[in-house]
């Protein structure tokens, strides 16, 4: 494999330091030209002594971050959104992590993908914003887009060199969060200390909070969507607590293929580095004959709302997935603030999702402009929820 010149966008988060670790396993098949993050600069400083960046993007904060004019220090130092963009679309990169959080990463994967790069991409995000205008930049500039969320990386793998007409559904699998077996009426003494342990995947506070209302599977059903081309009627999940079986592909012989390994992010993110070639991995063996069994049931959708959210919101179209979106980042900040309780999650949600039409998203201005008036919407709702 000829060596590859990466940028991680979002290299101080749980993907991004676990990209990391794949990258110094292999030092002689990847280089790392570019990083980004946005508060843990002492990380962040450590990262760019260790690989020698030629561009790196902070956010606005710029404070502890040695600047270029410091000794030994030889990088570009560019900021907020439109250094994201510049970052992403560096000359000479071969692809692009996006390990950012949030619709913040959209634009950036999309000037990555205008700038020729292949994207391997964990912000899920970028596809519910914007997913039908970042399929079309792909097509159009034919590169590749690898998904990094360990889902859509198991589909990846049952799906190639297959014909996508014989495919009858995907099947998502879910660990179902900590709160699996919860009632509504446990729901509501949920505190976010509670919903940030997760039974089985160590992951960012805003993924982590997604996964416990399963919104996360929602965002992901949307992605499996556009990256897969398939519609959201045959896209089905199934609840499965051990985390082995990250998802699977049932054809129209009644076949079901799928991918089965120890939970760990590092070989996603090392299959879409590496792709087409598998090499030895930082994962520990499968050992199914300790497992011993692995369980499968339906998500309890009267309970955890998100879910059907956002199969009404891939149902409605246009500019609601972004909506959609917006409004569950500005919930689950809300929530992590003690500002509103886990039940009222959807319920901010939902309230948002209600005041928008599905006007077409033609532009990434368009994407950008409703995630901005979502968030807008939310804040209010949020404070009419708080005045009464
Ligand atoms: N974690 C997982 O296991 C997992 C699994 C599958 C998919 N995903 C998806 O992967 C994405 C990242 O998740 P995560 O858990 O890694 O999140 P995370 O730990 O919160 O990391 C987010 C990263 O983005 C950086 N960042 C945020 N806003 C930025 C900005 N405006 N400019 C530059 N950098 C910015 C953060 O910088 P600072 O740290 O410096 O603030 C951090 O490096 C999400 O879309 C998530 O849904 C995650």
């Not at 495919?167 to 709160?179: C, D, M, Q, R």
């Not at 729901?187 to 997760?198: D, E, Q």
Request: positive net charge.
């Amino acid at each position: 494999m000829k060596k590859k010149s990466i940028i991680i966008l979002g290299s101080t988060g749980s993907i991004g330091t676990q990209t990391v670790e794949v990258i110094a396993k292999y030092p002689g098949l990847f280089r790392v030209v570019g990083l980004a993050a946005n508060s843990r600069f002492d990380l962040l400083s450590r990262q760019i002594k260790q690989f020698k960046p030629r561009m790196v993007c902070i956010g606005d904060q710029a404070a502890g971050l040695p600047g270029p004019d410091s000794p030994g220090a030889k990088f570009k130092l560019v900021k907020g959104p439109e250094g994201l963009k510049r970052l992403a679309a560096l000359p000479g990169a071969d692809m692009v992590v996006n390990a950012l959080v949030g619709s913040a990463g959209l634009e950036p994967t999309l000037a990555a993908v205008r700038a020729g790069h292949d994207v391997a991409l964990a912000n899920k995000e970028t596809l519910v914003a914007g997913g039908q205008l970042v399929m079309q930049a792909v097509k159009k500039k034919r590169v590749r887009l690898l998904p990094i969320d360990s889902e859509h990386a198991a589909l990846h793998q049952c799906l190639e060199g297959r014909d996508i007409k014989t495919v009858k559904n995907l099947i998502l699998t879910a660990s179902g969060g900590p709160f699996r077996n919860h009632t509504i009426k446990q729901l509501h003494r949920i505190k976010a200390s509670h919903a940030l342990n997760h039974p089985t995947w160590s992951m960012g506070r805003k993924v982590t909070i997604d996964s416990a209302t399963l919104m996360n599977k929602g965002l992901e059903m949307i992605e499996a969507h556009h990256l897969f081309g398939i519609p959201p009627e045959r896209i089905k999940i199934v609840i499965h607590p051990e985390s082995v079986i990250h998802s699977m592909v049932e054809f129209n012989d009644g076949s079901i293929l799928a991918q089965l390994s120890t939970p760990d992010m590092r070989l996603p993110i090392q299959y879409a580095l590496t792709h087409p070639q598998r090499l030895p991995s930082l994962v520990k063996d499968c050992r199914l004959d300790e497992l011993g069994k692995l369980t499968f049931h339906k998500p309890d959708r009267m309970t955890f709302k998100c879910l059907d959210l956002a199969y009404l919101a891939l149902k409605r179209g246009g500019m609601i997935p972004a909506v959609m979106n917006a409004a569950n980042e500005i919930a689950v900040k809300a929530f992590l603030e003690g500002r509103i309780g886990f039940l009222q999650i959807p319920e901010l949600i939902s309230g948002v999702m209600k005041e928008y039409r599905s006007a077409a998203v033609r532009s990434v201005s368009d994407a950008v402009s409703a995630d901005h008036s979502a968030r807008r919407l939310a804040e209010e709702l949020l404070n009419s929820y708080q005045g009464k």
